[in-house]
């Protein structure tokens, strides 16, 4: 099954954005060649970007708050294991720590780095980073694999507690969302959100073997999932059959 998921506030986006970039950044610095390392630092330069929002961290910081109420509500519930809920808020409060001791905005030390940020007034440019126009860049990325993912981790460090702090919210989030069956029929589905709950992701999951790509648009009052198919050229046509998919709201 493919999954599809939709954001329903600007908030969740961006923290989707930076998981996104975070995961890239991860697959990149594990390996050997300077180009992978080169992207690295692209990927490190638009989650500066990204987290330059001056409310993200403490978006982040409450939502981890929230989270952290919402499961000590469920003490003394019947089937609720005490030992795993110890687990998970201990696991929140480690993170909600971490994050909160870091100072400014995410990244916001490394712009400090007069050599790194050389390096990125120039990597939007095509061909920007050619040795000629920073031989010093070019000559760091002659060093030993080894030596440049040192110093690509020193880079990244300041920015550890914030990936870790995403990983675990939106993991929270994710978890919160029960997966049902519906069914599109003609290609569409349409669902009404109950009022008084607030929804902030959409997960769709659809079969890969229908060839079909998911349009999908919502609000606090509705959801809507149209079923497109990509022709010859590569542009959605709206496709007409009935297909089932697994639906999950998450609050």
């Known amino acids: 099954m493919v999954l599809y998921e939709y954001p329903f506030n600007e908030g969740i986006r961006t923290m989707l954005r930076l998981e996104h970039l975070f995961g890239r950044l ?106 000629f126009d920073l031989p010093a860049y070019f000559a760091w990325q002659q060093h030993p694999a080894a030596a440049r993912r040192a110093d690509l981790g020193k880079w990244i460090a300041s920015l550890v507690p914030l990936a870790q702090a995403l990983q675990l919210l939106l993991r929270l989030l994710r978890d919160a969302g029960v997966p049902h069956r519906v069914v599109a029929k003609g290609g569409q589905y349409q669902q009404s959100l109950p009022q008084g709950k607030t929804y902030q992701l959409l997960r769709v999951r659809i079969d890969p073997n229908c060839g079909l790509v998911p349009e999908i648009t919502g609000h606090r009052l509705m959801v809507s999932v149209r079923l497109m198919r990509p022709d010859a050229d590569g542009r959605l046509r709206p496709a007409t059959e009935e297909t089932a998919l697994d639906l999950a709201l998450c609050a």
């Open 26 to 131: 991860e697959m990149l610095v594990a390996r050997e060649d300077a180009v992978d390392h080169h992207f690295a630092l692209v990927t490190l330069f638009e989650i500066m970007d990204v987290a330059s929002r001056a409310d993200l961290k403490s978006d982040v910081l409450k939502e981890l708050e929230r989270h952290r109420n919402q499961l000590q509500s469920y003490r003394g519930h019947p089937g609720v294991s005490e030992k795993a809920l110890d687990e998970v808020i201990d696991r929140i409060d480690q993170t909600h720590g971490a994050l909160n001791q870091v100072s400014g905005k995410a990244g916001q030390a490394l712009t400090t780095n007069e050599w790194l940020m050389s390096i990125r007034s120039r990597i939007s440019i095509p061909a920007g980073t050619c040795e």
